[in-house]
């Protein structure tokens, strides 16, 4: 099932979000649905607060870049209650959209390398290091659990120029071909 997508001044995406359990119900067609909602959506990344829900709770599928670059392709993951356990010092500077912020894309600088604690759809308990994109992309969707946005982390200039473009998201009307609230 399709969901909405909640967009930018929506008070969820500002949440901090909480950790579920394995009783949390319905959570197999929640993963489900979140995939859908996102592949309608042609994103690559979804938090669950971006369907409205405060739980720490993200799908990542990187199919659509499999063209390009087959191992990145390839990347698809469920992650539960994650827990950032490292991050490099080391940042590079990357271009990032969000589904919740559509229209905007802006150069954001990320943690280079991370190490990340997290369940699986299933509950089993993983502890993993990623590097360069899926990092960036890992991180840009932690950050949705933590009520934080891309658009943050944009240089203050930038920002001040993306901020009229914010606020008319804000207000309703933002223009995308998928479903929003
Ligand atoms: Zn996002």
Known sequence: MILPIYTYGNAVLRKQAEEIGPDYPELKKLIDDMFETMYHADGVGLAAPQIGLPIR????????????????????????????LEMSEEEVEGNEGCLSIPG????????????????????KQHTEEF???????????????????????????????????????????AQCDYKIK
């Open 57 to 84: 709770l993200l799908v990542i599928d990187l199919a659509p870049l499999k063209d390009e670059d087959p191992e990145l392709g390839s990347f698809k993951t469920v992650m539960i209650n994650p827990v950032m």
């Open 104 to 123: 905007i894309s802006e150069k954001v600088f990320r943690a280079e390398w991370i190490k990340i604690q997290y369940f699986d759809a299933d509950f």
């Open 131 to 173: 590097e360069d994109y899926i990092a960036r992309v890992i991180q840009h969707e932690y950050d949705h659990l933590e009520g934080s946005l891309f658009t943050d982390h944009v240089n203050p200039l930038r920002r001040q120029m993306i901020k009229s473009k914010l606020n008319n998201i804000a207000k309703g009307k």
